[in-house]
């Protein structure tokens, strides 16, 4: 796959959430507590969405993302957008930003082409879905709980629009003036769940608690990149030290870089385990909205 270090573990971290919920999918299945297929077709679109975004799906040029911050300055990706583009484009030549803003503004238009990509994913499902319902002749109490997959799905698609055109407004507005300085948070996700939380069925003290998780969170996120970083330097100076020939300074920087690894691995997990439940009790808060 000719996967970075740091995409190596992140792909590890995603298979692991990946095989956990497909096992307590399986336990569901057998309880028969998933009798329209809702989860196991969730399941099969998360895999998609992993393996397209680390290149796995026999498409060619399909990575999302390459690397996890900017390599000497510069993007390692295309973003697939005109409009994404030109942006990113008038803030590298705006002056506005230090080269550490340029970083993080940089990880912010990564974070909305992931996002895009699987919405498109999800969109590209229901409309099989609904191909699928449309050539049904006669209409039974099956279809009718395929009615209600659908539904469900397109409520998810509306929830995923609505925060692409939150996170595109975001970026148009930090792309023309900077960073606000009194901004509460930093990492693009987090600024996602809580423009989301806000919009939900939340009350005041709720919502200030699940503003104190989120600050638990990003910092849980900014060590996770911490560690990232420092995994790609020590895979850097392996790969240095391999052509050297001293053997012991080849296997002192092996056991640092095995150790960075299992720990950038620990905590991307971790990270994204959290992402879920939060992402999970939000999208609970929405659909109340709409009841």
Do not use: C
Request: glycine content about 4%; proline content about 1%; hydrophobic content about 30%.
């Amino acid at each position: 796959l000719h996967l970075s270090a740091v995409k190596l573990a992140e792909l590890h971290s995603d298979l692991k959430i990946q095989e956990k919920d497909e096992l307590s999918w399986k336990k569901l299945k057998a309880e028969g507590l998933d009798e329209d297929g809702e989860k196991e077709a969730k399941l099969r679109r998360n895999l998609n969405v992993i393996m397209t975004k680390y290149g796995m799906n026999g498409k060619k040029d399909s990575q999302l993302v390459d690397t996890n911050y900017i390599k000497d300055g510069t993007e390692s990706d295309t973003l697939d957008d005109p409009r994404l583009e030109k942006l990113w484009s008038k803030a590298k030549t705006s002056g506005k930003f230090s080269d550490e803003e340029l970083d993080k503004l940089w990880r912010e238009f990564k974070h909305h082409k992931e996002k895009i990509h699987e919405y498109n994913i999800l969109l590209e499902t229901v409309s099989r879905t609904e191909d699928i319902h449309k050539n049904v002749i006669n209409p039974s109490e099956e279809n009718l709980v395929k009615e209600e997959i659908l539904h469900n799905k397109h409520r998810e698609l509306k929830e995923k629009l609505r925060s692409i055109n939150q996170g595109f407004e975001r970026l148009r507005k930090v792309s023309h003036q900077g960073y606000d300085a009194t901004s509460e948070f930093e990492e693009p996700r987090v600024i996602d769940l809580w423009d989301m939380a806000k919009s939900a069925n939340f009350t005041e003290k709720e919502l200030e608690s699940f503003r104190e998780e989120l600050k638990h969170f990003e910092a849980k996120i900014e060590k996770h990149h911490h560690y990232q970083k420092q995994l790609e330097i020590s895979h850097q100076k392996l790969k240095h030290v391999e052509g050297t020939g001293d053997k012991d300074h080849l296997n002192r920087n092996k056991e640092k870089y095995a150790m960075l690894q299992e720990k950038t691995k620990e905590l991307g997990y971790k990270v994204k385990k959290h992402l879920q439940d939060l992402s999970s009790r939000i999208s609970q808060g929405l659909q109340h909205n709409e009841l």
